[in-house]
């Protein structure tokens, strides 16, 4: 089979792109090189292209019928997404839609599209379920809805297939110990600790700790990052079906709070680490906690990292290779 995967030399896209290719099928990979990393990738055809390029879109879109596509390229810091909300949209949405239109154009369908648990913004419930209103926070997440709907819209109109993967928090890396996650800045809450422990820093700050929580610390769900691309993978099978335009949760059903992941740090690299707490950011819920029923129903996934220690570890790995 022969597959497109943008954004491919990022975290999740290059985890994608190593299980495609383990399978034996033919990997494009479309990336602008502004966060990811080309070294992250092998045995794949490698095309340095920007999205919002049109006429180098249209041209490299002519040359191959994929048979799907991994729409992984966005920018993805939700707090930057506050400041540079015009470069977000451009980005995120006007990117996407030139992809969807392009491969309307080139008569391809079936798109994979990297949605997040953003579109749903203050939870209502202790699991948020796909049903959950969509009241995004961040312009972030309003951009990812926005998709959503003009996918929805797209095979409404057009018999277009997509599916909209709403991820938690993804976490670790691939046990070769050759991929992980390495954004710059860093922003995510396990590779952040892990930094500082590798620079000697072994402080930490904690924004927040009177939050309705267990312990006062925010909650979330840490998702490992090949159960994610798993996950995607095992959608594959729904674009059989004469209509697709689909919409699941990625998560593991389970919260741990920012203390019991420092705590479950500290255990993995042997490190104590000293906490500084800071007041609460803006927009930041207290708990978001994935109901993954509907995907372990429809796609008979379920992840296979339940352990946040083996989670931790693996990103540690990473981070000493």
Known sequence: MKYLVTGGAGYIGSHMVKLLVSKENKVTVFDNLSTGKKSLLSKCNFIKLDLLDLKKLDREMSKIKFDA???????????????????????????TKNLVNMMMK??????????SASVYGKPKQKKISEKHEKKPLSNYGKNKLEIENYLKKMGYMHKFKSISFRYFNAAGADKSGKLGEDHDPETHL????????KSKKNKFYIYGNNYKTKDGTCVRD????????????????????????????????????????????????????????KNKRKGDPAALIANCDKIYKDLRWKPRY???HKIISSAWKWHNR
């Open 69 to 95: 596509v991994f729409h992984f390229a966005a920018l993805s810091i939700v707090s930057e997404s506050e400041k540079k909300h015009k470069l977000y949209y451009k980005n995120n949405v006007l990117a």
């Open 106 to 115: 080139y008569n391809m369908n079936n798109l994979i599209f990297s949605s």
């Open 190 to 197: 396990i590779p952040s600790i892990l930094k500082s422990i």
């Open 222 to 277: 840490y998702i490992h990052v090949n159960d994610i691309v798993s996950a995607h993978l095992e959608g594959l099978k729904k674009f059989k079906s004469k209509n697709c335009a689909l919409n699941y949760n990625i998560g593991s059903g389970q919260g741990y709070s920012i203390l019991e992941i420092i705590k479950a740090v500290e255990k993995v690299t042997k490190t104590k680490i000293q906490l500084i707490y």
């Open 306 to 308: 339940q352990n946040i």
